[in-house]
């Protein structure tokens, strides 16, 4: 188990984690969801103790990282992918690894078979692809044999296949009771992946949800209509009190009705349908509409910053999903946490 309470980092001005408080479960894949920049990297930094907090606490089990006597036995972690020492063969990488943290050779092998690497093991990792890389940066992660596992980004760069893999592998860890938390910019991996979310905006919580709830709460159902008579079909809707939009192929999409009432009422009226068909919009649609504002402030961190003076407030651009959070304020489910 993971817990953080308040964490929070400053970069000078800059707040890159404003006072996380929650907890990664064991037997459960967390997926930990934002933007590029949101903060998923420094937190989970601050999680193995690379980067010391501004204020507030992460515990592992428990404990906080620098009291854990072997980080690797509880803790394993894919950060950098590439941060692999070139000149090494991945066998020795691992062995190196395992030697300095009293773990044994035996396991080297054992990493090495579980990631698919045993035919290149005496190879060096520099000329090892993407996704060679990735599978050797878990195999490290594993080495220890950790209840505990944490991977940021670990899809970044691989293909269809290497995607699947990973996920399997991750679902597989948090099947035998271990806690796995893996970071994600991407909604679709990690509606497929992970059986919780936690996520996060320009470095505040939110929401932490089970991703069932999540779906539920987030993806928009309606009905579509299409008819070759929209301008009565509009009024019809109208005067029902039925709740409609159109979409930009002339359809419409209606809200808190179903396709069989739709139906009836439109037999009623005696209008033509081409369609009446159930939809529900999918996550990541939810999500573009949920970063649409973080579309202007990734421009404008692509572009020209504004400076921030020292005691001088700074107009910033809505925070990735600060309008939802507004609305919903963190979203917590499970056990009833309020923020
Ligand atoms: N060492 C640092 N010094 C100054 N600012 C930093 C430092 N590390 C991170 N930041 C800033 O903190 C914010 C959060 O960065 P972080 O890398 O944690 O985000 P992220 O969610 O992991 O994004 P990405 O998916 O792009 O890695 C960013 O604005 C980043 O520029």
Known sequence: ?????????????????????????????????????????????MMLGLDNPTAGDVRIDGKRYAELKEPLKEIGA????????????????????????????SRVGEVLEAVGLTPVARKRPK?????????????????????????????????????????NLMQSLAAQ?????????????????????????????????????????NSRSFVRVRTPEPERMRDVLAAAGIEARTAGDGSFEVTGSTAADLGELAARERLVLHELSPQQASLEE?????????????????????????????EQAPAWGEQWRREHGPERSGDGEGV
Not at 23 to 28: K, L, N, S, Y
Not at 79 to 104: E, F, K, S, W
Not at 132 to 138: A, F, N, V
Not at 290 to 296: D, I, K, N, P, S
């Open 78 to 105: 894919l950060l950098d992918a590439q941060a692999v020492h070139g000149g090494r063969t991945a066998y020795n990488h691992l062995l190196c690894l395992a030697q300095a943290n009293r773990i044994p050779r």
């Open 1 to 45: 188990m993971i817990e953080l309470q308040g964490l929070t980092k400053r970069f000078g001005e800059k707040v890159a984690v404003d006072h996380l408080t929650f907890t990664v479960r064991p037997g459960i894949v967390t997926g930990f969801l934002g933007p590029n920049g949101a903060g998923k990297s420094t937190t989970m930094r």
């Open 127 to 167: 000329g090892f692809s993407l996704g060679m890389g990735q599978r050797l940066g878990i195999a490290a992660a594993l080495l220890g044999d950790p209840r505990i596992l944490m991977f940021d980004e670990p899809v970044n760069g691989l293909d269809p296949e290497g995607i699947r893999w990973i996920r």
């Open 286 to 314: 939810a999500f573009m509409g949920l970063t649409a504002q973080a579309v202007e402030y990734h421009a404008r961190e692509a572009g020209e910053p504004p400076t921030p003076t020292a005691g001088a407030p700074v």
């Open 177 to 217: 009771g271990r806690t796995v938390f893996v970071s994600s910019h991407l909604m679709s991996e990690m509606a497929l992946t992970a059986e919780h979310l936690v996520v996060i905006g320009q470095g505040k919580l939110l929401a932490d949800t089970s991703m069932a709830d999540f779906i539920a709460r």
